[in-house]
T-cell receptor
Framework: AQKITQTQPGMFVQEKEAVTLDCTYD???????LFWYKQPSSGEMIFLIY??????QNATEGRYSLNFQKARKSANLVISASQLGDSAMYFC????????????FGKGTRLSVIA | GAVVSQHPSRVICKSGTSVKIECRSL??????MFWYRQFPKKSLMLMAT?????????EQGVEKDKFLINHASLTLSTLTVTSAHPEDSSFYIC?????????????FGNGTRLTVT
């Protein structure tokens, strides 16, 4: 079974509008972390935001916020006031446990911001 | 912030040759580094976990004799693609975690685009 599911292969958003990128996850470990990365066409992976499984509040980082619904096992990324430079692939990822373990990535969502 | 440097960024080689990719943590020590592979328009797939001073741990389906990993110091891990073939053409990207702790993000190198002709 997939650990991270991103159901939107592609999304379009008008410049200056907000957009939500969906992510659901599957784990039985009570301790985990959820991460979002942006990958522009150049290929670099840019860390955006994270949410810990025990965090009570939704994470926010500038124009990025994470809508964390633990009971539904979802961790959607909200980008407010979209900019043309936000056009990229966005990956949701999860780390299980507390050791120095790797991230498992979803298939990604390609976001295109339209002027 | 933490920086992971990867070199080369792009390499073209002939079938049958070997290619070495370096991954360095520039301002922190990394006892563990992770190597991922990404096919065009696909997600990142974990290949192996590189451990300083010990053998790498490979994911199921990844040939350890094909993809040699050496983590000789706390700041350097290398991935060598041996006897490369066209099907090894891909985007390889390394990563490391600056701090321990469940919620510390992975920092990624800029990746290496390998083309085998």
């Amino acid at each position: 079974a997939q650990k991270i599911t991103q159901t939107q292969p592609g999304m379009f958003v008008q410049e200056k509008e907000a957009v939500t990128l969906d992510c659901t996850y599957d784990t039985s470990d009570p301790s985990y972390g959820l991460f979002w990365y942006k990958q522009p066409s150049s290929g670099e992976m840019i860390f955006l935001i994270y949410q810990g499984s025990y965090d009570q509040q939704n994470a926010t980082e500038g124009r990025y916020s994470l809508n964390f619904q633990k009971a539904r096992k979802s961790a959607n990324l909200v980008i407010s006031a979209s900019q043309l430079g936000d056009s990229a692939m966005y990956f949701c990822a999860m780390r299980e446990g507390t050791g120095n373990t790797p991230l498992v990535f979803g298939k990604g969502t390609r976001l295109s911001v339209i002027a | 912030g933490a920086v992971v440097s990867q070199h080369p960024s792009r390499v073209i080689c002939k079938s049958g040759t070997s290619v070495k990719i370096e991954c360095r943590s520039l301002d922190f020590q990394a006892t563990t580094m992770f190597w991922y592979r990404q096919f065009p328009k696909k997600s990142l797939m974990l290949m192996a976990t590189s451990n300083e001073g010990s053998k790498a741990t490979y994911e199921q389906g990844v040939e350890k004799d094909k993809f040699l990993i050496n983590h000789a110091s706390l700041t350097l891990s290398t991935l060598t693609v041996t006897s490369a073939h066209p099907e090894d053409s891909s985007f390889y990207i390394c990563s490391a975690r600056e701090r321990q702790g469940a919620y510390s993000p992975l920092h990624f190198g800029n990746g290496t685009r390998l083309t085998v002709t």
